[in-house]
């Protein structure tokens, strides 16, 4: 009897898990170089992916992209950001390895490596012209800004360690809401343009109340 020709498939992994699942990974190998534990207090690059990609399916929503594009080049768009500036290039080339071993559509994949190699950079000279890029930039950028902001960069400054004062957390955010001003300029669609004004005012605002309230001027108004 010859012996039957039947190929046998490689049954194809489920892509959103997959790519949840690596960049869980990837976060917490970071956690391990910058804290010396993969489960720190605070998992602050896997706060900043989760918090990306609701914004992103968010704002995707809004403007009509497409968001199957947009949730997989957002969760995997800091996945190699121990690349630093060539991160977003790594993070592409990433994306190129994982998705084919899925059930993404391939024809996807490319754009998804697209949109992830466009999100460097915390303002813009030139805006971004694909809407999915768009998108993820103005996405990761407002998990950039805001409260959401106040309490990611507060708890990384406190595990900085040395008995970091309120007042440094301060002085910390007030250069912070330099460059903020900024990324609000350079956001491309209208929903992240208006959030975007409205965070770094509550962000500006948050700080301000925070000062008054250590210095005691709450006291004299
Ligand atoms: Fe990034
Ligand atoms: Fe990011």
Known sequence: MPKSKKKSSTPQKPWRKTVKKAMKQATEEEAKQRFG??????????????????????????????????EAAAWLHDIRKEAGPKHPQEGAKAAHE????????????????KVIRSHMGLWRKKPLKDLEAQVLWDADKLAKIGLTAAFHFTPLTLMKGNG???????????????????????MHTEPAKRAAEKRLKRFTRLWTRLEAELNGQDLLS
């Not at 993969?38 to 968001?67: I, Q």
């Not at 994982?98 to 490596?113: C, Q, R, S, Y």
């Not at 440094?168 to 330099?178: F, L």
Request: glycine share 4%.
């Open 37 to 70: 534990t993969a489960d720190p207090l605070f998992n602050y690059r896997w706060e900043h992916v989760t918090a990306v990609v609701t914004l992103a399916l968010k704002l995707g929503e809004l403007t009509g992209a497409d968001l199957e594009v947009v």
């Open 98 to 113: 994982i998705l084919p071993t899925t059930d993404f559509p391939p024809e996807k994949i490319g754009h998804v490596a």
């Open 164 to 186: 970091t004062a309120l007042q440094t957390i301060i002085n910390d955010a007030r250069s912070n809401s330099k460059w903020m001003t900024k990324t609000v300029a350079s």
